[in-house]
C-alpha cells in the first residue's frame, strides 16, 4: 500500500484493465496481511474470488496470453492467499463476500482447489460456509483423501463456530461412522469431526456404544 504521492500503485492495479495485474495486486495484497482498513480491501475479495472462480471454458479466447495453465496458477496462488486470510482471521480483508465462489470449489474437479476451498470455509462463520464443507465430506464421488481432508475442516468450523449443521446431515455423518464398512481412515475423520460438532450428550454416548460394539 506504498504511496507515490497521492497515489497508490498497488490499489490502482486492483482496477486495471488486465485480469492478471487485478489478480496480481490482489494476491500481493492479501499475502501482506493488511492490519489497517481501506476503502478497496472489497476490491481485494472481488479479484481473488473472480481468480479462484477462472475455468477452462473462459480461458478459451486465450485473450493476452491468458491460458488454462495460467488460470490454474491464479486460482491455487489465489486459494492460497485467501487460506493465510481465514487462517490468521485479518480483519480487514472480509472474505465472506467470496463465499458462494468458495463453496462452488468445494465441487471444482482440481483437487487441490477442493481441498484449499473446504480449509478456507471452515474459517468463515456462515450456516452455508459449514454445510458446504460437511456435503464434500459426504460426497462419495469425492477422492477419500478430499473426504477425509473436508472431515478435518468440518472439526475445524466446528471448533472455531460451533454446530451448525442440520439434522439430515448429522445423520449422514453418524451412520458414516457407526458403518463397519467404511474405509478405516475415513471412519476416523468422521468420527472427530462428529466429536468437534459438540453434540447433546445422547448422541454422543449412542456413537461411542456402537463404536466399543464394533
Do not use: C, H
Not at 474437479?109 to 456462515?126: D, H, P
Amino acid at each position: 500500500l506504498y504511496r507515490i504521492g497521492p497515489a497508490q500503485p498497488l490499489v490502482q492495479a486492483l482496477s486495471f484493465d488486465d485480469k492478471a495485474v487485478r489478480y496480481s495486486a490482489a494476491i500481493a495484497i492479501a499475502a501482506a496481511g493488511p492490519k489497517e482498513g481501506f476503502a478497496e480491501s472489497k476490491l481485494v475479495v472481488k479479484n481473488l474470488s473472480q481468480a479462484l472462480g477462472q475455468t477452462p471454458e473462459q480461458t478459451s479466447e486465450n485473450a493476452k496470453g491468458w491460458n488454462e495453465e495460467l488460470a490454474n496458477s491464479y486460482a491455487l496462488r489465489a486459494a492460497e492467499v485467501m487460506l493465510k486470510l481465514a487462517q490468521t482471521r485479518n480483519p480487514v480483508i472480509d472474505l465472506s463476500a467470496a463465499q458462494s465462489t468458495l463453496i462452488d470449489a468445494t465441487k471444482n474437479k482440481r483437487v487441490e482447489i477442493q481441498v484449499l476451498a473446504g480449509q478456507i470455509l471452515a474459517g468463515l462463520n456462515s450456516t452455508e460456509a459449514q454445510r458446504a464443507v460437511a456435503a464434500m465430506a459426504l460426497a462419495e464421488n469425492n477422492t477419500m483423501d478430499v473426504r477425509i481432508s473436508a472431515f478435518d475442516s468440518l472439526a475445524i468450523s466446528a471448533k472455531l463456530n460451533a454446530n451448525l449443521l442440520d439434522d439430515e446431515k448429522i445423520d449422514a455423518i453418524y451412520s458414516l461412522v457407526s458403518s463397519k464398512e467404511i474405509d478405516p481412515k475415513l471412519r476416523s475423520a468422521a468420527a472427530a469431526a462428529y466429536g468437534a460438532l459438540n453434540l447433546p450428550s445422547r448422541k454422543v454416548k449412542d456413537l461411542i456404544l456402537d463404536q466399543a460394539k464394533s
